[in-house]
């Protein structure tokens, strides 16, 4: 018989074929997934589906009550139960003491470990759920001082980490390592070949920011990723600092000699539902300076005149969309930023990104999830999305999420909105 965690539910084709267990949690897990906003179609699709054949088939499975005061989870299960994980490992536990003889099947590497250091007969699947999204790292807990011991032995063992099948550590991926208490111990970047590098604190400090210091372990992975690539795309929500970590690192590398300028390609696009003020009087500049992205520059770098004195002396460039076919920046040995590349179709992503020139490095920022302004520029036709799929694993290419909003509290309880 199999325990099933809840992503098999979700991923594999298999479960329906024979009698197993689940966590009353993993129902609830599947609810939330069907109403959360935050969850793409297709996912939500599938926790529907699971759901409907849940309903439809009550007497193929069993489902054990996750009860945090069980006899048998207090005496038995060593975590603090943090995690919706947890919980349905510490409901297994109350099964297999309850004499139940089965196999704890998952997806999750993490819940796999778990497993195995509360002494569950434990099954990692070797496909990857096609339908997780790439973050540009992988968190790694050890459950035990055992299994960070292993950990710190194998990392270097290209053999230890074929628990995906295809779907192996990408060159430049990172790990973030914790330990038996939620502590992030280390942090490396996947170099390929089964190499890796630990990951150095890096800020950036330059005249017009002062010293940028990263403010989580995800904001460290981009200063890094921009130390390390010649493109690097970095995602999350509004007031994660996506913009301030791209910028800081810009005119620091302008200021160091690294580049000789900024090139800002723009996209003007209103944002979705508000109203569009029309024409703007002016030239080119003029008239992207009264839009979002001038809007965007004069909140970061200061006043409006400090933006025209960078363009005045050739440090500062933008240029819209329309304007950059047969655009090359070869030879200019600049830095390129696209913000907001969210909004792009993967035609003009791909037009933007054939502009880059060897001596020339790049940075996207956006958040495809929740801020595309135009439809045209949604799903499988997002330009951002579509670097992710086709760049991850290349040696210059390196990808961040970011998760935690900093801008204030406001800002973060407004984006479950």
Avoid at 75 to 89: E, M, R, V
Avoid at 114 to 136: M, P, S
Avoid at 339 to 349: G, S
Wanted: proline residues 3%.
């Amino acid at each position: 018989m199999k325990f099933y965690d809840t992503n098999v539910l979700l991923h594999d084709k298999n479960w329906t074929k024979e009698e197993f267990l689940i966590s009353s949690v993993t129902i609830e897990e599947l609810e939330s997934i069907k109403l959360s906003k935050e969850k793409d179609q297709k996912i939500k699709y599938l926790a529907k589906k699971a759901s409907r054949w849940l309903i439809n088939n009550p007497n193929q499975y069993e489902v054990f009550l996750f009860d945090p005061n069980d006899k048998f989870i207090r005496k038995k299960f060593p975590f603090t139960i943090d995690t919706q994980d947890k919980k349905i490992l510490a409901t297994a536990i109350s099964a297999k003491e309850r004499g139940y003889l089965f196999d704890f099947v998952t997806y999750d590497f993490n819940c796999y470990l778990f497993a195995k250091a509360i002494k569950l007969n434990a099954q990692l699947l070797k496909e990857e759920c096609k339908e997780n999204k790439y973050n540009g790292y992988r968190t790694i807990t050890c459950p035990s001082d055992e299994t960070l011991a292993d950990f710190y032995t194998n990392i270097n063992d290209p053999t230890f980490w074929k628990y995906e099948d295809e779907n192996d550590l990408k060159v430049n991926e990172y790990l973030l390592v914790y330990d038996k208490d939620n502590n992030l111990i280390d942090k490396y970047r996947y170099l390929g070949k089964g190499k890796f590098e630990q990951v150095k604190f890096v800020a950036a400090e330059s005249k017009m920011f002062g010293k940028v210091k990263p403010i989580d372990p995800y904001q460290e992975l981009v200063l890094d990723s921009f130390k390390h690539n010649q493109l690097t795309l970095v995602k999350g929500p509004a007031g994660t600092g996506k913009s301030l970590l791209s910028l800081a690192y810009l005119f620091r590398a302008m200021e160091k000699g690294d580049i000789d300028k900024i090139i800002i390609f723009c996209n003007t696009v209103a944002t979705a539902g508000s109203a569009k003020l029309g024409y703007y009087p002016g030239d080119r500049t003029e008239k992207l300076l009264d839009s979002q992205i001038g809007n965007f520059l004069i909140s970061k770098i200061g006043a409006r005149e400090g933006v025209e004195k960078l363009i005045d002396m050739g440090q500062l460039l933008l240029l819209p969309m329309s304007d950059i076919r047969g655009f090359d920046t070869s030879g200019m040995k600049a830095g390129i930023y696209i913000t907001e590349a969210q909004n792009l179709n993967v035609e003009l992503m791909k037009l933007a990104l054939q502009r880059i020139g060897e001596d020339s490095i790049c940075i996207l920022d956006g958040d495809n999830e929740t801020q595309v302004d135009l439809n045209t520029y949604a799903g499988d036709n997002n330009g951002l999305k579509r670097v992710s799929e086709v760049f991850r694993g290349q040696p210059f290419y390196g990808e961040i999420t970011l998760k935690t909003i900093h801008r204030s509290k406001i800002a973060n309880i407004a984006s479950r909105m």
